[in-house]
């Protein structure tokens, strides 16, 4: 007999009767929506200066909701399985940990919604739990196939805004990555071009890897398609996570031909995506884009200056006395530097989520007083910076070291089952969902979370972790089900 709650309909009580198969095929696609809700609410700041970006963090919310909803019945259809207990037990932890965290932070309310423009408040680590959750919960290889999809689908999305902003420098608050240099940098709808390269980086790795393992003719063309276009635009990031991406994603698709036992044919991917890439310099040298006639890395400008200091309002000016603004590694040493020191002075529960900036403020509190907005305040301080582009040394100087253990136990368990997952079941899915894994794991090396790739990591690490029952488990599953029926 069908569950009932209540003794109300069977209809009423869809999720009490749902099969696997039926939840892998909400869930994936649910998933697959939630990733794109970030992008899209991002049009709106982007179309109009009359919004700003914490609009986009209205798209986190509605996709963490959906995220929640669908970890909320896995959790009640006993969905998710004791192989994931570490990666959700370290997550939940360093969660917690942040409880913490938020009580020690100069502002309660940015420490649980984030900072305005930026959006990575406690409220956003919940959310990417349940990303987290969700994707892990998924039973079918189909409903995989769907999350990657989904992933190509983030990509296309911000590509396409890309080219606008390239081609016409319209959609975008990075026509100039400094005051005199209008390089027309492509940020998408991921808020930073740096962002956009790391969304980029697993959008171009998913992209490959389904061309390559792809027998569809029609699908194998448009992952072909949509691989060059990302090599393309994630040139216009001008940033080293840009190029770290390509020659990330080049070096999958290399090893998903010999992984997968491709034809040999198919690394024709890697060629196209290097001229897709090719052509986007070589644009830049012929002096098609902006006021720039040679191609270089804007890493500095546009994360500090750009985007810090003109777009968020989060990061004071840089200091050019201490720092070289046009040198890519000293950039990120200085910044790896400040940020050792701030975890030295804040070690146990860090500084509060998303406010690092206020760890760097050097006035009195009587000079404090005279701002009444903290954007205004933050700002006026030469030196300050809100972000450190290595996303483990954040989250121990915002959250603590204790969280950033946690941190790395998730993602690196994460990885490990995805890894076994593959080996388990030699599928492209499987061997696509471990490589997006270890991509976002290894990209937070020289990157920051934001709320437009942390969903897409956090749905790509869940679903390496799901335990996909074959085909002969399916078939026993149904009988056993048609048994119950009669």
């Known amino acids: 007999m069908p569950k009932t709650i209540f003794h109300s ?19 994936s696609r649910g998933l697959a929506i939630a990733m794109l809700m970030t992008p899209l609410f991002t049009l709106v700041p982007e179309i109009t200066d009359k919004a700003t970006y914490a609009f986009s963090a209205g798209g986190l919310v509605a996709g963490g909701v959906i995220a929640m909803i669908i970890a909320i019945i896995a959790l009640m259809k006993k969905y998710i399985s004791k ?26 309310g940015i420490s649980f919604y984030g900072f305005p423009e930026r959006g990575e408040g406690l409220l956003a680590l919940i ?27 983030v990509g296309l999305l911000n590509s396409i805004v890309g080219l606008i902003q390239i081609f016409s420098g319209k959609l975008s608050h990075y026509r100039n990555v400094y ?16 962002f956009l390269a790391m969304v980029l980086t697993l959008s171009l790795s998913a992209a490959l890897i389904s061309f390559i393992s792809s027998e569809d003719r029609k699908r194998s063309i448009g992952m072909l398609v949509c691989a060059v276009l990302f090599s393309f635009v994630m040139m216009f990031t001008y940033s080293f996570i840009g190029f770290f991406g390509l020659a990330f994603a080049l070096i999958s698709a290399i090893a998903a ?20 890439a090719a052509a986007a310099i070589a644009l830049v040298f012929a002096g098609a884009i902006g006021n720039i006639d040679s191609y270089r890395l804007h890493d500095g400008r ?56 206020f760890a760097l403020i050097r006035v009195s509190q009587e000079d404090a007083g005279k701002y009444t907005d903290f954007g205004d305040l933050i700002s006026s301080q030469r030196g300050v910076f809100d972000k450190v582009y290595n996303e483990y040394l954040y989250t121990a100087a915002t959250r603590g070291v204790t969280s950033a253990i946690f941190l790395a136990l998730t993602v690196l368990s994460a990885v490990i089952l995805g890894m076994k997952a593959f080996r388990r079941r030699a599928t492209a899915e499987s061997f ?39 085909s002969r488990q399916q078939e026993a599953e149904k009988k056993a089900a048609k048994k119950n029926k009669a």
């Open 432 to 470: 696509t969902v471990f490589i997006l894994a270890l991509g976002g794991v290894l990209v937070y090396l020289i990157g920051c979370s934001s709320i437009p790739f942390a969903p897409v990591f956090w749905v790509a690490a869940g679903a390496a972790c799901a335990e996909i029952k074959d």
């Open 9 to 27: 309909s069977e209809k009423s009580n869809f999720i009490l009767n749902m099969t696997e198969e039926q939840f892998s095929k909400l869930a």
């Open 257 to 276: 031909v010999f992984a997968l036992k491709a034809p040999k044919k198919k690394l024709v991917g890697v060629p196209c995506s290097i001229a897709g």
């Open 83 to 108: 192989r994931f207990i570490i990666p959700m037990g370290a997550m939940l932890i360093m969660e917690l940990w942040g409880v913490f965290s938020l009580i020690r932070g100069v502002d309660l």
């Open 127 to 153: 959310f990417y739990f349940c990303f987290f959750v969700s994707a892990s919960a998924l039973k079918r290889e189909s409903a995989v196939k769907t999350v990657i999809d989904g992933v190509v689908g």
């Open 302 to 357: 546009i994360l500090w200056w750009a985007d810090g200091y003109m777009r968020a309002s989060s990061s004071g000016t840089f200091n050019p006395d201490v720092v070289d603004i046009d040198d890519t590694y000293d950039v990120y040493m200085y910044l790896n530097d400040r940020t050792m020191d701030v975890i030295e002075h804040n070690s146990l529960t860090g500084t509060g989520p998303d406010q690092l900036a």
């Open 179 to 194: 005051i005199d240099i209008k390089a027309y940098a492509a940020s998408g709808l991921s808020m930073s071009p740096l």
